[in-house]
């Protein structure tokens, strides 16, 4: 096989024929490329939407999702249509003790959000008018907060004692700050109470509704600033990583139904946005999309390399003299079968490397175009190389089948009777 493989006389051959039939050769050729292209670029264009709902999600947990109180649509336990609900840090108790595939529930508060007006902030002669949050140090186990360096986030200190500290953002440090002015350790007015800035958060795009200039303050400073008792605007949770995060949305409604004494069939008494859905989702979709390339991508090899085993047929039925002559001189079996084989593999690896070069500048291109904005969720095309070398070893198994067919017709000939035709 190797004494084959390395002879020149063999590569000769084989150069001699595709010459001979450059066109034919060419065309069928292309069906092979067309497949590994196909595949290459549909599986990198999964994984780069893979990738991207990775990057706009990476700042919070998979299995996330968010919950908040509404008004009730349907009359229950004497109370009328149209009732408004309030959730209470309780709330956050209750659901522990009866959901155990929580993992993290934060009560979040908030003013200048979903429409409402925002808080006075001043510092020396400098004003701006921003959303405050009141939060709980347990919130960056779902929701990653970047603090620059030399800062911290709200910690369980500041809930324990009331501290007047806050976290702001980036574009609150420059409105409010000077731009070589350590913002760290200095004070603000938010609504006539002095707070000292202990962080200044990076703002992630892709992170929900928050923005760069955010301010975020401990719950219970929140609620002794603005009187909001044990009020709680939403909860921010996270299941486990095992847990069926739409079960769970089920199960956390279900709940509060019970405790707030709603309907259990009324759907619009509370609202929620479940994150780990929407990913599980868009995951789906992108294994979807590598199944069917891998699919169309196989189907489309196989016809190729069908396409190359004809080309072989009809070049052995037209060597068949050439042939003959070269068994009369002494090739055995093996050699003549070897050396159509090999041509079949080689036709077959050189249109399958074009292809991966082919589409690999695609991917580059769109990778290129992709790369500079932020609002569309696509990152880093890219096709694994296992799945690559996976893919021109079954080139190769498949051109050494489909090689054997021809192979076995060209060993068939009886050398007599190749000389015989003209």
């Not at 497949?35 to 599986?43: A, C, E, R």
């Not at 609504?191 to 703002?203: L, P, R, S």
Request: glycine share 12%.
């Amino acid at each position: 096989m190797l004494k084959t493989l390395f002879d020149r006389d063999t590569w000769q051959e084989i150069f001699g024929s595709i010459q001979k039939n450059k066109l034919r050769t060419v065309v069928t050729v292309i069906g092979v490329l067309w497949g590994i292209f196909i595949y290459i670029t549909l599986s990198g264009a999964s994984k780069g939407l893979d990738n991207g709902f990775e990057r706009e999600f990476e700042e919070v947990a998979i299995n996330s999702l968010f919950v908040w109180a509404q008004r009730t649509s349907i009359p229950f336990d004497g109370f009328r249509t149209g009732r408004g609900l309030q959730l209470k840090l309780d709330d956050k108790t209750y659901l522990t003790q009866r959901i155990p595939q929580l993992q993290y529930v934060a009560p979040r508060i908030a003013r200048g959000v979903f429409g409402g007006n925002g808080s006075a902030v001043k510092r020396e002669g400098k004003s701006g008018n921003y959303a405050i949050y009141g939060d709980f140090p347990i919130l960056v186990k779902i929701a990653t907060k970047d603090i620059f360096d030399g800062g911290r986030f709200i910690n369980q200190s500041d809930i324990d004692y009331q501290r007047k500290v806050c976290v702001i953002g980036e574009r609150t440090q420059k409105e409010l700050f000077d731009e070589k002015e350590d913002p760290i350790g200095g004070f603000v007015e938010i609504d006539g109470m002095y707070f000292q800035v202990v962080g200044v958060h990076k703002y992630t795009p892709g992170g929900g509704f928050e923005s760069d200039s955010d301010i975020f303050i401990p719950f219970t400073t929140f609620k002794l600033l603005y009187n909001t008792g044990n009020n709680v605007d939403w909860f921010a949770m996270a299941a486990y990583d095992d847990a069926d995060v739409v079960a769970v949305e089920a199960d956390i409604k279900a709940a509060l139904k019970v405790k707030h004494r709603v309907h259990p069939d009324d759907e619009r008494a509370f609202g929620s946005f479940n994150l780990g859905e929407v990913f599980n989702k868009v995951k789906g979709f992108s294994k979807g999309m590598n199944i069917l390339s891998l699919i169309v991508g196989i189907a489309t090899i196989l016809a190729g390399v069908i396409g190359i085993g004809n080309i072989l047929l009809i070049s052995v039925r037209e060597r068949t003299k050439e042939l003959g002559i070269r068994r009369a001189l002494g090739a055995t079996p093996s050699e003549v079968r070897m050396q159509i084989i090999i041509e079949s593999v080689f036709l077959t690896l050189v249109a399958g490397i074009l292809g991966i070069i082919l589409g690999s500048f695609v991917l580059a291109i769109i990778n290129l175009m992709t790369s500079g904005g932020t609002s569309f969720p696509y990152t880093n095309p890219t096709v694994p190389i296992k799945f690559i070398l996976g893919a021109l070893g079954l080139m190769v198994g498949l051109g050494t089948l489909i090689g054997l067919i021809p192979a076995q017709r060209a060993v068939s000939i009886k050398p007599i009777d190749a000389l015989r035709e003209e």
